[in-house]
């Protein structure tokens, strides 16, 4: 997309300790929501209704909501973003705005989206002449782009459509011959487009027949989404890592270690890559989109080579600040008849403001790497486990319903005792509460 000035700053400083009436109208204020939207929000009408969850998928009998929170403070090819993030998990946001503060004074992020391709796979199976039918689909390669075309005119008068066609041959585990694998490489433009590429690929089966002498078997999308790669990069200065007990080099160097762990260990990079996704995934939740798919490919992604390795990259460039960059495949939408059926969605979208799927795609690798960049710099300062003990303590003194007056201090007292239980929040609420 074009650079724009930002004309609205995602820096709400202090945002998590206004009320929920107080965020709603800073983000009126700031230009992020509409006074509708607002209302909506304020009202519950923009939550999934068990009427239309009924019209979306079978035997519904209610409906499970999650979260919806904002990251915030990110900025990314120089425009600004909140982003919308459904999600249980508490430390994912608050790691998430610090990971963007701290990236933000290095210049922010900087995001790539390849085209979008999706590829649709029709296997050819019965093939007596596997190489001769490879050489004839090849051939006639203009003729299976110009037919699958013919199927979605709409999506042509977009810019998108099927853009070539690739042919692989798969041997038999079981005597026999090779099976003939046709791809049709399609862009979806701002479409998920699964449901598109697998019409088209119903739709060139019989030509693909013809042509091969064979019988179409399957005909279906790939998930494996690698003509749809992102690559996120971020420059962090080292006055924004340093800590109490730990100068700025010694949390980069920390970084860089534990990155290199993940990058050779596969019992490491998997919790690794899960962390990266923590961000996405919320992300993609909140969007619409089809975050299963997204998991399977990123994973698959980090499999590709001789062993599954880290997603990211984190290094020291020549001023000795901390880089990092992750890659990985994202092939998300923002139309598409599931999308509207949500009414959150529509909500999510007006937060975004994103134009193109593309764009979308470059702030989820953003989100991705920030991610990355908080879960390891907390591993490598205070632990993990102190900045999850705190968190858990929250929602540990909420379960045990401590009036709000006295929230702030038992979560402080539990949290102090080390002993972060039921019985021991209920314990410090009712010494608070004791008459003097």
């Not at 107080?22 to 909506?40: H, I, K, M, P």
């Not at 990251?71 to 120089?78: E, I, K, Q, S």
């Not at 900087?110 to 039918?133: C, M």
């Not at 092939?331 to 599931?338: D, R, S």
Request: with cysteine.
């Amino acid at each position: 997309g074009r650079m724009s000035a930002p004309d609205k700053s995602a820096r709400l400083p202090a945002f998590y300790r206004l009320s929920l009436r107080e965020r709603w109208q800073t983000l009126q204020r700031a230009g992020w929501l509409s006074a509708e939207d607002v209302a909506a929000l304020a009202a519950g009408r923009c939550t999934l209704s068990t009427a239309k969850a009924d019209s979306m998928i079978e035997n519904v009998v209610g409906t499970f909501t999650l979260p919806l929170a904002l990251g915030l403070n990110f900025l990314v090819n120089g425009r600004e973003h909140v982003v919308p993030l459904a999600v249980e998990e508490p430390s994912i946001v608050a790691a998430l705005g610090a990971s963007a503060k701290a990236v933000r004074a290095g210049g922010g992020f900087f995001a790539q989206a390849d085209e979008q391709l999706l590829i649709g796979q029709v296997q050819v199976v019965d093939v007596d002449h596997p190489s001769r039918a490879q050489q004839a689909l090849l051939a006639h390669k203009q003729r299976i782009i110009d037919l699958a075309n013919s199927l979605h005119p709409n999506m042509i008068a977009r810019g998108g459509g099927a853009r070539d066609v690739e042919v692989r041959l798969l041997p038999r585990r079981t005597k026999g011959l090779d099976m003939v694998v046709v791809h049709l490489l399609v862009d979806t433009c701002d479409a998920m487009g699964a449901n598109l590429v697998n019409t088209m690929c119903e739709g060139v089966a019989g030509l693909v027949e013809e042509l091969t002498g064979g019988r179409a078997f399957l005909r279906i999308l790939s998930n494996f989404t690698d003509r749809a790669l992102v690559t996120a990069r971020a420059v962090v200065p080292l006055t924004q890592l340093q800590c109490r007990a730990h100068s700025g080099a010694q949390v980069r160097d920390g970084i860089i270690l534990a990155n290199d762990f993940a990058r050779l260990d596969p019992y490491r990079a998997v919790t690794h890559n899960k962390g990266i996704m923590n961000g996405i995934d919320a992300l993609a939740v909140a969007s619409g989109n089809d975050w299963r798919a997204l998991e399977a490919a990123a994973h698959a992604y980090a499999g590709r080579g001789p062993s599954y390795t880290a997603l990211t990259d984190w290094r020291a460039d020549a001023d000795g600040n901390l880089v990092g960059e992750l890659t990985l495949p994202l092939k998300v939408g923002i139309v598409g008849g599931n999308m509207a059926a949500n009414p959150t969605v529509p909500l999510v979208q007006r937060l975004l403001k994103v134009t193109s799927a593309r764009q979308l795609a470059e702030l989820m690798a953003a989100v991705g790497l920030a991610q990355n960049l908080g879960a390891l710099r907390a591993l490598c300062t205070e632990g993990i486990q102190r900045g999850h003990m705190s968190l858990h303590a929250r929602s540990v003194v909420s379960s045990a319903g401590v009036p709000p007056e006295h929230f702030e201090e038992v979560v402080r007292r539990l949290t102090q005792s080390g002993d972060i239980k039921l019985w021991k929040a209920q314990q410090i609420a009712a010494s608070l509460q004791a008459p003097t």
